[in-house]
């Protein structure tokens, strides 16, 4: 039951973040020669969270399936000891 | 955890090339219209390719499983649906990066990008309905599984069939010579990187199938008689 609020809440959140977005920025095609001229974001920066946000989101799924291995090994191992006290 | 030598050797070979991927991305030539912002390319397309391998994997373990009843192809479909939501996340991290300083946007409603955020949603999808969908849950999921690998081939033929802001994939065979090895090192790496997560992952499938086996057979010799929920 937690799990399912939390979802509805974070689905909450995600629409009022695309609807907010859309108020600010619209669908609105990208007019020629609008890009480059101007544009002040530093590329390595953009490159540096790109590669950054790939490491550290295989680092933590590597993370989480470690802990669930563990979680699941360990109750494995306590069921094999209550089958074996069982005989 | 045990992983066989086939797995190893590909954790070797992903280590190897996730460490001299940056070096050769930072040392590849600069492209003009784009700048340094191109350079995120050289792991976006392979992430890409990753993700459509995954989505391929996981409707060919759903198939297994719908028409023979594999159980093999079912904890397949179920450790590449992840790896696809892990990989179309990272996808949807790094293309609006891009985008940002390409196009000026975050994001636009193009056809790609679009399709590219209904296949992630999709195996989203799949990963609810196989967890909490009860009975029928796995085969609604194996269902879903196959949809969304339809998905993969109007995703890649997108930029050719519609008018669209996003690179072709002409791209890749077009590529500077000078800028190949940063490219191919990438995607070599990103490959091997996936089957090594894809053979942990079933690692744990298998682990939680024999503690179902387990299970059943505790509850057959009434172990759990007496025992409160």
């Known amino acids: 039951m937690n799990r399912i609020s939390a979802l509805v809440i974070t689905l909450c959140l995600l629409c009022c973040a695309i609807v907010q977005a859309q108020d600010k920025e619209g669908f609105v095609p990208v007019a020629a020669g609008e890009n480059l001229a101007g544009e002040t974001l530093p590329g390595n920066r953009l490159v540096a969270i790109a590669y950054g946000a790939i490491l550290v989101a295989l680092i933590a799924w590597i993370a989480s399936v470690a802990a669930r291995s563990r979680k699941v090994e360990d109750e494995l191992a306590a069921l094999r000891e209550r089958l074996e006290k069982r005989g | ?229």
């Open chain 2, 1 to 229: 955890m045990k992983l066989r030598w086939p797995y190893l050797l590909c954790a070797v070979l992903a280590a190897l090339g996730l460490a001299w991927a940056p070096t050769l991305i930072v040392t590849a030539p600069r492209e003009p219209m784009m700048g340094i912002v191109q350079k995120i390319f050289y792991f976006h397309v392979p992430i890409a390719w990753t993700m459509f391998q995954s989505a391929f994997l996981c409707a060919g373990g759903a198939i297994a499983f719908l028409f023979w009843r594999s159980e093999r192809g079912e904890r397949l479909a179920a450790a590449a649906a992840e790896l696809t939501v892990l990989f179309g996340g990272l996808v949807l991290i790094t293309g609006p990066l891009w985008a940002r300083k390409a196009w000026g946007r975050w994001w636009e409603w193009d056809v790609r990008l679009t399709s590219s955020l209904l296949l992630w949603m999709i195996f989203i999808a799949y990963l609810f309905a196989r967890r909490y969908g009860g009975m029928g849950g796995k085969r609604l999921a194996a269902g879903l599984a196959i949809f969304g690998a339809a998905d993969v081939p109007l995703i890649y033929l997108s930029v050719s069939i519609w008018r669209t802001i996003h690179p072709k994939t002409s791209v890749v065979p077009t590529l500077d010579p000078a800028m190949r090895p940063a490219f191919w090192v990438s995607f070599l790496a990103m490959t091997f990187c996936y089957f090594v997560l894809l053979g942990a992952r079933l690692a744990l499938e298998r682990s939680r199938a024999r503690l179902d086996d387990l299970y059943l057979k505790a509850e057959d010799l009434g172990l759990f008689d007496g025992d409160t929920a």
